[in-house]
């Protein structure tokens, strides 16, 4: 079979031009193909969040969604 060579941009141009169930098709195999790697970057940073709430003397697990969502914005404030 031969080959072609396409930019990125011919290629997101292609893909625009494709139905829908064919958009999603791509959109599904590119999310399989990631999936492990964006698992292990969600577990890294639930890991870090959690050492990070440790370090400030709080247990995560036992925050409440709000209390949670106050920390993160305090370390995201927070001068270097």
């Known amino acids: 079979m031969p080959s072609i ?3 990125n941009e011919q290629v997101v141009e292609l893909v625009k031009q494709l ?3 064919q958009k999603i098709e ?13 698992q292990d970057l969600s577990s890294y940073g639930a890991d ?3 050492l ?5 003397g709080y247990d ?3 925050m409440s ?3 949670r969502e ?3 914005d305090e370390v995201l404030h927070e001068a270097p």
């Open 70 to 72: 106050e920390f993160i």
């Open 65 to 67: 969604e709000a209390e």
């Open 26 to 38: 791509i959109f599904r195999f590119l999310l399989i193909s990631q999936w492990q790697e964006w």
């Open 19 to 21: 139905p829908q169930e």
């Open 48 to 50: 870090k969040v959690k």
């Open 5 to 7: 060579t396409l930019s």
């Open 52 to 56: 990070a709430a440790k370090d400030r």
């Open 60 to 62: 995560w697990e036992k």
